[in-house]
């Protein structure tokens, strides 16, 4: 078994939808494959879960697994925003690319990767315990779900710095800030119901 599938082995055996492309997606741009895998169950997965779906979310304008948004990106304007191993390799560039403007600062980037801006909240998610975190937090509380190695969340805020040195050169797409979040709750709640009729099919 070669590392890479290892590592989507491992993430499948967390739960990780995807597993393959989010752990190629990461490994060739330098990023914790449990960062991306998180940030895919944050967008399209849901509190408590960690596989992602590959729908169209947000109005129409969430575009995948990564919910990449059409305002801002013109790659989730074309078809290939919904092949799972596309859209996984486009957010791992944009993600590796805020990790590298912020200096390593998962939070930052998170915040910048859902709003724009290093230090917003962002849009916020209620987990079943009642809790209600913003953005990065919520990922970082993923993260430490799929690691299996911390349950609870100011542990997994503690373990900020699993930024990777980059595999190759910057980025090759602009990083444009996605608008600032409408939601007062993570957009996947609203979404659900239309679920049937959004998603697309992949094999």
Do not use: C
Not at 46 to 67: C, E, K, T, V
Not at 98 to 120: K, T
């Amino acid at each position: 078994m070669t590392a890479l599938s290892a590592t989507a082995a491992s993430l499948a055996a967390h739960g990780v939808a995807y597993s393959l492309p989010i752990a190629r997606a990461a490994a060739r741009n330098g990023l914790d494959p449990t960062l991306l895998a998180a940030v895919a169950a944050q967008e399209t997965g849901g509190p408590g879960s960690n596989a992602g779906r590959n729908i169209l979310g947000d109005g129409g304008h969430g575009h995948g697994l990564f919910q990449i948004d059409d305002r801002w990106h013109a790659f989730a304007r074309s078809p290939a925003a919904m092949d799972p191993a596309q859209n996984a390799e486009r957010a791992a560039e944009m993600l590796h690319g805020l990790l590298d403007r912020y200096g390593g600062d998962e939070r930052a980037a998170l915040s910048a990767y859902n709003s724009g801006s290093p230090s917003a909240r962002g849009t916020t998610t209620r987990w079943s315990d009642g809790t209600t975190l913003g953005y990065a937090d919520s990922v970082l509380r993923h993260q430490a779900q799929i690691e299996d190695a911390r349950a609870e969340l100011p542990d997994a805020l503690g373990s900020v710095g699993s930024y990777a040195a980059p595999m190759d050169a910057s980025p090759r797409i602009p990083l444009a800030p996605p608008p600032t979040a409408q939601h007062s709750e993570q957009p996947w709640l609203d979404e659900l119901a239309a679920e049937t009729t959004a998603s697309t099919p992949t094999s």
